[in-house]
């Protein structure tokens, strides 16, 4: 589906198709034709009228996103004391690179004067410098403009500024031309082929690694070279216990909802 849009020039208009998809848009358009048919059917207007209302209310309620975070991500485990042991360079182990994929920018912050990276962005890359440190790994930055973004500095080109000016670690490879995760992918593997990489250490939050290593894998298929990915996830989603509060709507409920409904649509539609 993703190159689809490509194909036909319409990148520009995923952001608006995501949108209309995501809860509470698709309840508000069914409760809108429950009203247009409230005087022919009106049993059945009715009935789209309360489901539409359950729907939108279910949508922001903690007991929907973390039963869709249950049953839509799989758990992950942060790397521990062990892994970045087992990642440091020794004689005999792959070439390995931290890859760190962007996750937007501002284009002017006031409070800097010029334009910085989203918070997103900024987690995922201070944590990848702290690797870097940690295992003495070379770090990779991926992420251009997302499409309908304005002109302008793109993510790896503030990331790079960001990591050399403010942590004192300048960044070893920037890729700045892709516009979603599948880009990511592939585009950061033929920066990095060329380099005699064989390993990626992939950063990235934890409720976008699956959608990140799915990219990763069909990317690694389509190089015809047997790359080996490791997962570095970060920002847990935390599994909530389930108590009376989390039937009512909140602003937390809500935002675990459309974020796992906009990632398992990522996923589905190759993006």
Do not use: C
Not at 102 to 115: F, H, I, T, V
Not at 146 to 151: F, R, V
Not at 223 to 238: D, E, F
């Amino acid at each position: 589906m993703n190159e689809f849009f490509l194909m036909l020039g319409l990148e520009t208009w995923k952001p608006l198709f995501t949108a209309l998809l995501l809860p509470p848009v698709p309840f508000l358009v069914l409760m809108f034709f429950a009203g247009r048919m409230m005087f022919r059917r009106r049993g059945l207007a009715w009935f789209l009228m309360l489901l539409g209302a359950a729907g939108i209310w279910g949508s922001s309620t903690l007991i929907v996103g973390e039963g869709l975070l249950r049953v839509l991500m799989p758990p992950l485990r942060a790397l521990g004391p062990a892994d970045l042991a087992q990642l440091k360079r020794a004689p005999g182990s792959p070439k390995t690179a931290i890859v760190v994929l962007g996750g937007g920018r501002d284009l002017y912050a006031p409070e800097y004067g010029m334009s910085n990276l989203s918070t997103i962005s900024m987690e995922r890359l201070r944590y990848a410098l702290w690797l870097g440190r940690e295992t003495g790994l070379p770090v990779a930055f991926s992420g251009g403009l997302s499409p309908g973004a304005p002109e302008g500095p793109t993510e790896a080109e503030i990331a790079a500024r960001i990591a050399a000016r403010e942590f004192g670690r300048p960044l070893q490879w920037l890729e700045g031309n892709s516009r979603d995760t599948g880009e990511n992918a592939g585009r950061s593997l033929a920066l990095l082929g060329p380099e005699g990489i064989e390993r990626i250490v992939l950063v990235t939050h934890d409720y976008h690694m699956a959608r990140a290593l799915n990219a990763f894998d069909r990317a690694r298929e389509s190089s015809g070279r047997s790359w080996v990915l490791v997962p570095a996830p970060l920002g847990m989603l935390a599994r909530m216990p389930w108590g009376l509060g989390a039937w009512l709507p909140s602003h937390a409920g809500a935002y675990k909802t459309r974020l796992v409904l906009r990632e398992a649509l990522g996923r589905l539609a190759g993006a």
